[in-house]
């Protein structure tokens, strides 16, 4: 029987048990939920993975998974961005279904018992070192981005060669000054007239906000000081999706022990927790419970953790948003990022900027095809893409004056889409996210 009437469930990760690494209990569960798939093929056109199972099973001797090779099953494997959007969205079979279907943590179980047999790559392990990456970088970010830029030939060639990141992959750019530090030494004023004058909340900088684009962690805090909010922005490390990319459980666990105990002192101040990208937050609010289910603090911090702009709708909807949101002229298209709406709480985004006068707002609900350090490599790059040509076709067709993104990394693989489809730059204003567009109508300087 296909599908059913109750809300998809997650069982925790049993990464610590004997069985989830053991290579022929992988291989069967392998097997029994590929053939499922087979049946089904729901998901064909949603990422590379599908399309790549099929062909696998269309091209074997008997045309069935029988006679397919496990040796064929890594590039499936490889090819899942962990968008979430098959057990979200298309996925009839996930649990509480008999079938019991969930491909993302399949995907992780495999990535897991590939490193036990064999460690990630060096270059690949420090890709992932954000905070350190950010750290190193900030201080010397002329040069850091000078190198990046895909113009340079030289220095792409070379990174491409060394690192496996593609030449024309866009990479994101160091700020010189954190955001941590930048928030310490400006003032903002809060507005004691708002309707929801009162409310504290500690945002949740993140890595990329923190070391690439302080302006999405100013705009918030603008936005929520001008709305009555006391905002304290801070960040005592990356929430390790990076590292969850990779299945390193270990190295997440550490970090979601370290980040929970920390942001629930917070907790019990009054604060509310509010992280700056969707990633983060998802993380925060469903990936560490179901890697830490037991632990307090974890759980506790799940419950007070939100989106931004989910924080920002739950504001206007407790009390109103304070006055001076004024018009954003040439329209908006916003792209909504996968792991926004894996955390199944509606098109906040959406609702947030509908909050502006008159906004002639274009939604795109396609994935982008990054899928964060996956989009960037040299065998990724241009299959991320082909998977996001929809969502790019959408945003040229819009023709909006600004294009937003919930998530900054889809946002600039969505605007390079955008561009090869045109053939050349586009008179566009990007910006890094939607809460970005809230202080631009509200008239609030944040670069």
Same mark, same amino acid.
């Given at each position: 029987? #296909? ?15 004997? !069985? ?20 089904? +093929? ?27 090779? $496990?040796?064929?099953? /890594? ?14 969205? $298309? ?21 897991? $018992? ?9 270059? !690949? ?24 830029? =895909?113009?340079?030939?030289? =220095? ?9 990141? %593609? +030449?024309?992959?866009? &990479? ?14 400006? =003032? ?32 918030? +805090? ?14 005592? #490390? ?6 969850? #990319? ?16 920390? *942001? ?11 992280? *700056? ?18 632990? #307090? ?32 002229? /040439? /329209? ?33 609900? +396609?994935?982008?095809? %990054? ?11 241009? =299959?991320?893409?082909?998977? /996001? ?19 900054? &990394?889809?946002?600039? %693989? ?22 970005? *567009? ?10």
């Amino acid at each position: 029987m #296909e599908g059913g009437l109750k809300a998809p469930t997650r069982r925790p990760y049993d990464f610590d048990e004997p !069985d989830y690494l053991d290579e022929e209990k992988l291989d069967s569960e392998l097997r029994r939920v590929f053939d499922i798939c087979h049946g089904c +093929r729901r998901c064909f056109n949603l990422c590379g993975s599908f399309p790549r199972l099929f062909d696998l099973i269309d091209e074997s001797d008997s045309g069935e998974l029988d006679t397919v090779p $496990s040796a064929g099953f /890594g590039l499936v494997m490889d090819s899942c961005t962990l968008c979430d959007m098959c057990f979200m969205v $298309s996925c009839p079979y996930v649990p509480p279904h008999e079938f019991d279907i969930d491909f993302p943590h399949l995907v992780l179980r495999y990535r897991a $018992s590939q490193s036990a047999r064999g460690p990630v790559p060096w270059v !690949d392990r420090q890709l992932v070192r954000t905070d350190r990456n950010g750290k190193l970088a900030g201080p010397v970010a002329f040069l850091a981005n000078w190198c990046s830029k =895909t113009t340079n030939r030289f =220095t792409r060639s070379t990174l491409e060669l060394l690192a496996g990141i %593609h +030449r024309s992959a866009s &990479l994101p750019k160091y700020h010189h000054q954190t955001l941590v530090r930048q928030a310490a030494n400006r =003032t903002v004023e809060i507005n004691i007239a708002a309707p929801s004058f009162g409310r504290k909340a500690a945002l949740f900088a993140t890595c990329f906000s923190n070391y690439n684009d302080p302006a999405i962690g100013l705009a918030a +805090r603008g936005v929520l000081a001008r709305n009555g909010v006391d905002c304290a922005i801070v960040y005592p #490390e990356c929430c390790g999706m990076p590292q969850l #990319e990779q299945a390193d459980f270990l190295s997440v666990s550490k970090k979601a022990k370290i980040i929970s105990a920390f *942001l629930v002192a917070w907790i019990n101040k009054g604060y509310d927790i509010v992280a *700056l990208v969707p990633s983060c937050a998802l993380m925060l609010k469903f990936e560490w419970p179901l890697i830490l289910p037991n632990d #307090e603090n974890v759980r506790k911090l799940s419950k007070h953790t939100s989106d931004i702009s989910e924080y920002v709708v739950g504001i206007s909807q407790d009390g109103g948003l304070a006055e001076g949101l004024n018009r954003l002229p /040439g /329209g908006v298209t916003v792209h909504l990022a996968c792991h926004a709406r894996a955390q199944n709480i509606g098109a906040k985004a959406v609702e947030m900027l509908r909050l502006i006068p008159e906004v002639d707002l274009s939604v795109i609900e +396609r994935c982008s095809g %990054h899928g964060g350090a996956w989009g960037v490599k040299k065998g990724n790059f241009e =299959t991320g893409l082909k998977v /996001g040509e929809p969502a790019a076709r959408q945003a040229v067709k819009a023709e909006s004056a600004f294009v937003a993104s919930e998530c900054p &990394l889809a946002g600039e %693989h969505l605007r390079q889409g955008m561009e090869r489809l045109e053939g050349g730059p586009l008179i566009i204003q990007r910006v890094s996210h939607p809460i970005q *567009l809230m202080a631009h109508a509200y008239g609030l300087e944040t670069d």
